[in-house]
Structure formats: structure tokens, C-alpha cells
């Protein structure tokens, strides 16, 4: 399981080798294994191939090059973003497109590269994960370890991902699109496939030490 962990990065290019749904079928059904509140398991996942993912691809793309506007039901980051963390993200964005060999002016560049979002960066699977509209906040923790335990669960397969929050910057088109039932807000999406050898997928982000983010009380001898 250490491996699994410490392996485990966002991938962003894959190859178009499919996936099976068997596969598919024991990842999920082990990232429902997660805790929940009350036994709640919040969270629907809605997984995608062929002709239904590259019809919501399209679907996407055309948005965008329409302007459509983004109409997210959740606040993804702080808003405002403090400085501190904001630097942080300045610092993982950069790193990603110098890997990417896009300069930091290279404002079309940059967008293009956004745009792969929206195309799941070619995987053969694309997953949409949905959560209850009445559920709180912590339902929102618990909908996140199921989805940490399935991307676990990815790594464990020999199997890629990368976890989209992008996709609910368009959740209404989305929720449209696959005619998802009233109650369903859309959280993000999920790219998985089996990884490329491409530049994109050595790229990683550096982690905390555990003395900034950790403090340990009573363990004194």
C-alpha cells in the first residue's frame, strides 16, 4: 500500500489502450469501501468510453469555444486565495507548463493546455463524480476519501488518473448532457487509462515536510 501511495501522481497523458470494465467495476466497488458518516456514501460516479465520452468532449470543447460561461455550484479554492497559497498554486501551474515546454507568457499555449481538461488529456475512461445537492460539507470530506481510495485503487490496477476539478466549472452542461438526475450537483471528473511516456507525466509536485503541517503532544519521554 506504501508504494501504491508514494507511485501514485497525476497523470496527463495516457495511451488509447482501453480499459476493461471488470476493472473498473473492482476499483469502484473498493472506493466505496471508504468511511462515510453515518453510512451515507455520498457520491455518485459516472464512467465513460468511446463514443459517449468523445460526444461529451465535443460537447465541452463547443462550450468553450462559444464562451459559454462557467457556472460552478461550489467554491473549489478560497476565495479570496491567501497569498501564501497562491504562490503555491503559481508554483505547481509553472512547473506543469515548463514540463509541458510552455513558457510563462505563452498565454495560448497556456489555454490550450487547459482545454486538455476537457478531453480527459485522452484517456480511454472518463469519469464524472457527482454529489447529493442537500448533502453538507462533511459529505464532501467523505465523497473525498472514496475518491483518494479509488485512485488508490487505479494505482493498484497498474492502471493512471487525474482528478479534474475543471469538469464544475462547466457542471450545468454537463448535468445536461447526460441527463443526471435534479438532485446531482457535479464535483469533478476523473481521466483514467494507462499512463504515456510523455514529458507531461514525469512532473511532480513537491510535497510539505511533516513538521509544517504535523505537531505531536504527550509523546515526550
Known amino acids: 500500500m506504501r508504494r501504491a501511495i508514494e507511485d501514485r501522481r497525476s497523470v496527463r497523458a495516457f495511451t488509447d489502450q482501453p480499459v476493461d470494465r471488470a476493472v473498473l467495476e473492482t476499483i469502484l ?3 466505496r469501501c471508504a468511511p462515510s458518516g ?13 463514443a459517449p465520452l468523445k460526444s461529451l468532449s465535443d460537447a465541452l470543447l463547443d462550450g468553450i469555444a462559444e464562451d459559454r460561461p462557467q457556472v460552478s455550484e461550489y467554491s473549489y479554492f478560497p476565495r479570496p486565495m491567501p497569498a501564501d497559497l497562491k504562490a503555491r498554486q503559481r508554483a505547481a501551474g509553472f512547473a506543469l507548463y515548463d514540463a509541458l515546454g510552455i513558457e510563462k ?15 480527459f488529456f485522452g484517456a480511454p475512461v472518463g469519469m464524472i463524480i457527482t454529489i447529493h445537492r442537500e448533502m453538507g460539507a462533511g ?63 514525469e512532473f511532480r ?17
Request: net charge negative.
Open 105 to 119: 507568457r505563452d498565454l495560448e499555449g497556456r489555454k490550450v493546455q487547459f482545454q486538455h481538461n476537457y478531453r
Open 38 to 50: 453515518a453510512n451515507l456514501q455520498p457520491g455518485r460516479f459516472h464512467v465513460l468510453t468511446g
Open 139 to 201: 459529505c464532501f470530506m467523505d465523497l473525498g476519501m472514496a475518491i483518494q481510495t479509488m485512485l488508490l485503487a487505479v494505482q493498484d490496477a497498474g492502471l493512471a488518473a487525474c482528478g479534474i476539478g475543471a469538469m464544475a466549472n462547466y457542471g450545468d452542461l454537463i448535468h445536461d448532457h447526460l441527463g443526471l438526475d435534479a438532485d446531482e450537483m457535479v464535483v469533478a471528473g476523473v481521466a483514467i487509462g494507462y499512463a504515456a511516456d510523455h514529458p507531461v507525466n
Open 205 to 221: 509536485t513537491e510535497r510539505d515536510a511533516l513538521d509544517v503541517f504535523a505537531t505531536f503532544r504527550g509523546f515526550e519521554s
Open 29 to 31: 466497488t473498493l472506493a
